[in-house]
């Protein structure tokens, strides 16, 4: 079983920053990719960014590019986001993912959320305008 916790949220003016962090522990097997996905009030799930086991591959969606960038610690077991220019649409609750790593870590594979098999409790991102 991998467990996993986040920290680092908390409520931030517009144009500020935050920076997640999320670590796994627990036994663990394989390669993991690690990622964020969040959930705003009446909204459904949505995948935010992605790093490989490796570190050397990620992946964001459109609404974050530029703004946000994913880390991995070389230890392996930590992953940081760190959100820059926040906007109010960003407000969310961010949870931390981690998936075995398929042979083909596309982009399509790392935006599906049924490819992460554990879960954090999330953290809260407030951005007030």
């Known amino acids: 079983q991998v467990k996993l916790v986040e920290s680092g949220g908390g409520l931030v003016q517009a144009g500020g920053s935050l920076r997640l962090s999320c670590t796994a522990s627990?036994?663990?097997?394989?390669?993991?990719?690690m990622g964020w996905f969040r959930q705003a009030p009446g909204k459904e799930r949505e995948f935010v960014a992605t790093?490989?086991?490796?570190?050397?591959?990620?992946y964001y969606a459109d609404s974050v590019q530029g703004r946000f960038g994913i880390s991995r610690a070389s230890a392996k077991n930590t992953v940081y986001l760190q959100m820059n220019s926040l906007k109010p649409e960003d407000t969310a609750v961010y949870h931390c993912?981690?998936?075995?790593?398929?042979?083909?870590?596309?982009?399509?594979?790392?935006?599906?959320?049924?490819?992460?098999?554990?879960w954090g409790q999330g953290t809260q991102v407030t951005v007030s305008s």
């Open positions: 627990g036994r663990t097997f394989g390669s993991y990719a």
């Open positions: 993912a981690a998936g075995e790593e398929s042979a083909f870590f596309t982009s399509g594979w790392a935006r599906s959320s049924s490819n992460y098999h554990y």
């Open positions: 790093i490989s086991w490796s570190g050397r591959t990620s």
